[in-house]
């Protein structure tokens, strides 16, 4: 049984060239002096879909599954020019209110600079990406999972998942009260490690960070990723869950795999 869901194809028609003539790889204006220029491209799309899918949006590609990781796949087909050609673009979803989404993030989309052939003339190209997202059910958010891993085979997540991780004091309850206790655990180590930032109080910041995390095949805390209003808050968040103790890995079909896991913390003034 698959463990996440595509929930967004983003189809535009291929102009055709040639491939044996193309000189340089065409890449996202806004990543030209990345490093990595696909992992700022992924980023970036991520980026475009938080910001415009609402709640409502968010209740709609959930509400027929229990899947907690999210597959978004775009294809996007380059003109000439750079631009995105939205007039010849084939946007498929299963609801017309994600379909008008779509086209949002479509017409948001900055210009790419194109490939060149052997004599320095322009190419269109598909630039085709697969997202994922780690899905916060409670409280109705995508939180964005790391470049470079394909989630649909690698990682099984914490709602699906037939071994869930064992937290440190968990080992002797029996199993179907191994993710009460882990959750339980996880806020205690919270509680206990919170510390709120003296900078945020004096400045009166306050705001929910939410905090996403994979625990690896070895039970490590790995790939922590913040996402909140302010940068102060979402270090501290990062220190918080940096803390928490190596832990009995998860398993599927008895095998060891990845958990992504996400939480929300809040820090609030008195």
């Given at each position: 049984?698959?463990k996440?869901i595509?929930?967004l194809l983003?189809?535009?028609?291929l102009?055709?060239?040639?491939?044996?003539?193309?000189?340089?790889e065409?890449?996202?204006?806004?990543?030209e002096t990345?490093?990595?220029?696909?992992k700022?491209l992924?980023?970036?799309?991520?980026?475009?879909?938080?910001?415009?899918?609402?709640?409502?949006?968010?209740?709609?590609?959930?509400k027929?599954?229990?899947?907690d990781?999210?597959?978004i796949?775009s294809?996007l087909?380059?003109?000439?020019?750079?631009?995105?050609?939205i007039?010849?673009?084939d946007i498929s979803?299963?609801?017309d209110?994600?379909?008008?989404?779509?086209?949002?993030?479509l017409?948001?989309?900055?210009?790419?600079?194109?490939?060149v052939?052997?004599?320095?003339?322009?190419l269109?190209e598909m630039?085709?990406t697969k997202?994922?997202?780690?899905?916060?059910r409670k409280?109705k958010?995508?939180?964005?999972?790391?470049?470079?891993?394909?989630y649909?085979?690698?990682?099984?997540?914490f709602?699906?998942?037939e071994d869930?991780?064992?937290?440190?004091?968990?080992?002797?309850?029996?199993?179907?009260?191994?993710?009460?206790?882990?959750?339980?655990?996880?806020?205690?180590?919270?509680t206990q490690?919170?510390?709120?930032?003296?900078?945020?109080?004096?400045?009166?910041?306050?705001g929910?960070?939410?905090?996403?995390?994979?625990?690896?095949?070895?039970?490590?805390?790995?790939?922590?990723?913040?996402?909140g209003?302010?940068?102060?808050l979402?270090?501290e968040?990062?220190?918080?869950i940096?803390?928490l103790?190596q832990?009995t890995?998860g398993?599927?079909k008895?095998k060891?795999?990845?958990?992504?896991?996400a939480i929300p913390i809040t820090?609030?003034?008195?």
């Amino acid at each position: 049984m698959k463990k996440y869901i595509s929930i967004l194809l983003l189809f535009f028609s291929l102009y055709g060239f040639s491939q044996k003539d193309k000189k340089a790889e065409g890449t996202y204006s806004i990543c030209e002096t990345a490093i990595d220029k696909d992992k700022c491209l992924y980023e970036q799309l991520q980026q475009k879909i938080l910001y415009h899918y609402d709640i409502r949006a968010i209740e709609l590609i959930t509400k027929d599954t229990t899947n907690d990781t999210i597959a978004i796949f775009s294809a996007l087909a380059v003109d000439f020019d750079g631009s995105v050609d939205i007039a010849n673009s084939d946007i498929s979803s299963s609801d017309d209110y994600i379909d008008s989404i779509h086209f949002k993030i479509l017409k948001s989309l900055e210009p790419f600079i194109v490939p060149v052939d052997n004599s320095g003339n322009p190419l269109s190209e598909m630039v085709r990406t697969k997202l994922y997202f780690f899905l916060d059910r409670k409280n109705k958010n995508l939180n964005p999972l790391p470049y470079g891993e394909d989630y649909a085979t690698k990682t099984t997540g914490f709602a699906l998942i037939e071994d869930v991780p064992v937290f440190p004091g968990c080992e002797n309850y029996p199993k179907d009260k191994l993710r009460k206790c882990f959750n339980q655990r996880m806020i205690e180590h919270i509680t206990q490690h919170f510390r709120y930032p003296k900078k945020a109080q004096r400045k009166k910041i306050s705001g929910r960070v939410s905090v996403v995390f994979t625990i690896d095949k070895k039970g490590f805390i790995t790939k922590i990723r913040t996402f909140g209003a302010d940068p102060i808050l979402m270090t501290e968040a990062r220190r918080i869950i940096s803390l928490l103790p190596q832990m009995t890995p998860g398993k599927q079909k008895g095998k060891l795999v990845r958990v992504p896991f996400a939480i929300p913390i809040t820090f609030k003034l008195q």
